[in-house]
Each structure stands twice: as C-alpha cells, then as structure tokens.
C-alpha cells in the first residue's frame, strides 16, 4: 500500500533562519507531486507541483523552494523565513491529471 | 482565475438532523472536476467525494452530492448527521486545464461540528 510521510511534524523557527520540509511517498512510482500550504485563517494553495524527477513547477510566489531529488521525495525549503510563513504544510500525490489527490499528515510551522 | 466558495465557516448541527454543505465554484472551463475532502483531526485530508458530470448524484460513505454545472454548485449533503462527522470540509475544484499541473483551488474550509 502507498504511504506518505512528512516531516517535521511541526516547528518553531526563528525569523531569518532557514528551512527544509520533507515529503516521502512510497509504494507508488512516478506520481504527480504537490505543495500546498494554508495560513492560519486561510485556505490551502498549491505552491509547487512536479511531474517528474528534478522537474518542479511554481504556482504562487512566496520566498520559497521547491526540489524533486528522487521519484519518492519532494523538499519544501527556504535560506530566510519571514513572519508570513507560519501556517500549516501538505504535501500531496497523484497518478494522472485530474485524479484524485492523496495528502500526507502535514507539516504545522509557527516562525517567531 | 478559479475560486470556491463555502459561506459558512462553522455548522453545528444535532445528531440525527440533515447536514447540508454549501459549495460554489468559478471557472471558465467546461470540464472541471470537483471534490469534498473531509479532514479529520489528527489524520490528513482525504477524499470523500468527486464528480465532474453534470446532474449526476455522486455517493461516499453516507454522504452525496450532485454536480450542477448551470448553477455552478456542488453541495454535501447528509440524511442524518453523525457525531463522527464532526470535521472540517473542504470543497475543490480542479479545472484541467494546466498541462500537468493537476491544481486544486480549495474553498475556506466548513468545520462541521454535531453535537449529541
């Protein structure tokens, strides 16, 4: 069976420090990957899409980045966070365009 | 662009009673798809229900809803609320139209809370 895993889990940065988000599927090859992040009080929005590997798309401009190193992984990073970054991170797969979308656990992020 | 919108943001409801959901959507593409995610606490969102045919009654778990595309909505509906629906819900649209890209656009999310 498929799974998706992210981490961390949750956590508290500092303005002005760096990031690294993970996201791992397994038990699928070559799916679809995805961002979306949601701020508090907000809806979520796709930030990042890849459709293969080293391949990575931006959707919304937000001082952050996105890489695909393997089929399996998709990394959320930035050098700086700002204040505005805090909110709540999910990662999510597809097989084919307009297929159902699968999101992992997500990644809740406060920067103080 | 594309937008959803859920006009409520809090339904709370007694258990037993008829829940009803509200979803619209805007797009200028004929062959979106649209999706209910329910998101549990603790647990990612997942899939509850999708449609993109017009006029026809889509069910999951209890729960239903029908795609109209000449009023552009794509309301949840249930005969009689649990407790364990309590969870936020979360109408998408996905409108096919970037190559690849298969984008959701979310509503604001309903939290639908039932109480005994």
């Known amino acids: 069976a498929q799974t998706i895993h992210q981490w961390p889990v949750a956590e508290i940065k500092a303005v002005g420090s760096p990031l690294s988000l993970g996201c791992t599927i397994k038990?699928?090859?070559?799916?679809?990957l995805y961002w979306y992040w949601q701020a508090t009080g907000g809806t979520l929005q796709q930030l990042f899409y890849?459709?293969?590997?080293?391949?990575v798309e931006s959707v919304v401009q937000l001082n952050l980045s996105a890489s695909r190193p393997k089929d399996d992984q998709f990394i959320l990073s930035t050098e700086k966070l700002l204040l505005s970054h805090s909110g709540f991170y999910l990662c999510a797969w597809s097989l084919l365009d307009q297929d159902t979308q699968y999101f992992g656990p997500g990644t809740r992020l406060l920067v103080l | 662009g594309d937008s959803v919108t859920q006009k409520e943001g809090l339904v709370t409801l007694t258990e037993g009673l008829p829940v009803m959901l509200n979803c619209t959507y805007q797009?200028?593409?004929?062959?979106?798809?649209l999706f209910w995610y329910v998101h549990y606490l603790n647990e990612s969102p997942r899939l509850l229900l999708k449609?993109?045919?017009?006029?026809k009654r889509t069910e999951h778990q209890g729960f239903h809803a029908t795609l109209h595309k000449s009023s552009s909505s794509f309301h949840l509906q249930k005969s009689s609320a649990q407790l364990s629906d309590s969870a936020l819900y979360y109408c998408?649209?996905?409108?096919?139209?970037?190559?690849?890209?298969?984008?959701?656009?979310f509503g604001q999310g309903t939290v639908l809370s039932v109480i005994p």
């Open positions: 449609s993109s045919t017009d006029n």
């Open positions: 890849s459709i293969t590997v080293g391949q």
């Open positions: 797009t200028i593409y004929s062959n979106a798809f």
């Open positions: 998408a649209l996905s409108d096919g139209a970037t190559g690849g890209n298969n984008k959701l656009t």
């Open positions: 038990g699928k090859s070559s799916p679809n």
